[in-house]
């Protein structure tokens, strides 16, 4: 039986025709097989080369199939690139997958009548999973992955905001042999052959007590237990010791519980959301989010200790509990994350490959991040979203 393969490659440089050359015709070497789908991410610097570039990696890597999109920051096996120029390359061998590509525009999201729309607008009715690029400017996502849910329920979709320059020209998305103009989102369905599984490091731990929401309008949080929802936060924060205060200064956030069916919550139980502000006179606490009578919240606190526990843990239990053996990985961080919050390069990709050894990867660092946590999908802040690639 034919199996699967991968090769990947991060090149550190401007645009260099040699370069790229070189780049996808030692990946394809290493891969020993054919190419069925290659991943590319690039910085903002390679925006005015794109036609060329594309092309030699679709020539000389001999791809049918070739999506990604910009990045402030590449991602590669065991190593991330936060400020110069270059791209991530990772090609795969899938004998036994059946891909379908999909553009995803706003109109769509717009005009969609429900789980059947998508399924016709894709061709798409049961994959095994999606991997998912998208333009932050352009898209609803939160809107597009809440009809995404519905039409593939409990069906894994993994994926990233593309980043690049400060400017809006400055991010795009790839798909094949140029920048795609007309598309809000890329989506790439995978059948078979091949297992899919996400890993989402949202980089929190829980402080104080779950309560029950009890007031809320939009998306304010009234009370927690009867009790002004400010105060509650008031209390939590005083609870903590002097360091873990000094630490919690721009660092509070408000977890959302994803099930109210557990007895014991804990960390990984939330949906994470920003506390947008927070008024001692009215007692009310603004969250990113739209909070619903009757769920379960409980406060969180991110650092750089919690955020690096977090994603161990998480790897360990795919690796130990789960016993997965990924052949390859796609890693998408945020742009919040790096040398920034853990004051020591290669930190994500680093533990990713600690883990499960060094293999095959590709990523960027987002705008934002796109992961499963519990049976839905969401766009995340802060998080560490994987997509890791193991024998079905």
């Not at 903590?240 to 721009?250: K, N, V, W, Y």
């Not at 650092?303 to 690096?308: E, I, N, S």
């Not at 987002?366 to 024998?391: D, K, Q």
């Amino acid at each position: 039986m034919q199996r699967n393969r991968a090769a990947s490659r991060v090149e550190i440089g401007r645009y260099e025709e040699e370069r790229v050359i070189a780049a996808a015709k030692a990946c394809r070497a290493e891969l020993d097989a054919d190419v069925s789908v290659g991943f590319v991410f690039v910085t903002a610097d390679f925006g005015a080369h794109l036609p060329e570039f594309l092309e030699l990696i679709r020539v000389y890597g001999r791809v049918p199939l070739l999506l990604g999109c910009s990045g402030s920051g590449l991602i590669g096996t065991a190593l991330e690139e936060e400020e110069e120029p270059g791209f991530s390359l990772l090609l795969l061998s899938l004998p036994r997958t059946k891909l379908t590509a999909c553009e995803i525009s706003q109109h769509q999201v717009e005009e969609s009548t429900g789980p059947g729309f998508w399924h016709m607008e894709t061709g798409v009715t049961e994959p095994d999973a999606w991997l998912v690029f998208a333009h932050p400017a352009r898209l609803a996502v939160d809107q597009w992955l809440r009809q995404w849910d519905e039409a593939y329920a409990r069906i894994p979709t993994v994926g990233g905001l593309a980043s690049g320059g400060e400017a809006a020209d400055e991010i795009f998305l790839l798909r094949d042999g140029g920048q795609v103009e007309r598309a809000d989102a890329l989506a790439l369905a995978l059948e078979g052959g091949v297992r899919v599984t996400p890993i989402v490091s949202q980089g929190c731990r829980p402080i104080g007590e779950p309560l029950t929401i009890t007031g809320a309008r939009q998306n304010l949080v009234l009370t927690l237990a009867s009790r002004p929802a400010y105060e509650v936060l008031d209390t939590v924060f005083r609870s903590l010791d002097r360091r873990e205060q000094e630490r919690a200064t721009g660092n509070l956030f408000a977890g959302l519980a994803v099930s109210e069916y557990l007895e014991d919550f804990k960390r990984g139980d939330f949906l994470i959301r920003n506390i947008l502000g927070a008024d001692p006179s009215t007692g009310v606490v603004a969250i990113g989010a739209q909070p619903r009578i009757g769920q379960t919240l409980q406060y969180q606190l991110r650092d750089r200790d919690t955020a690096d526990e977090d994603l161990r843990e998480l790897c360990h239990h795919v690796y130990e509990v789960e016993f997965t053996r990924p052949f390859a990985h796609l890693l998408f961080s945020c742009t919040g994350r790096g040398r920034g919050l853990f004051r020591i390069p290669h930190h994500d990709a680093g533990i990713l490959a600690e883990v499960f050894g060094p293999r095959p990867s590709a990523g960027f660092f987002c705008n934002g991040e796109i992961g499963p946590v519990g049976p839905r999908t969401f766009l995340h802040g802060y998080t560490a979203s994987a997509a890791l690639l193991c024998e079905p």
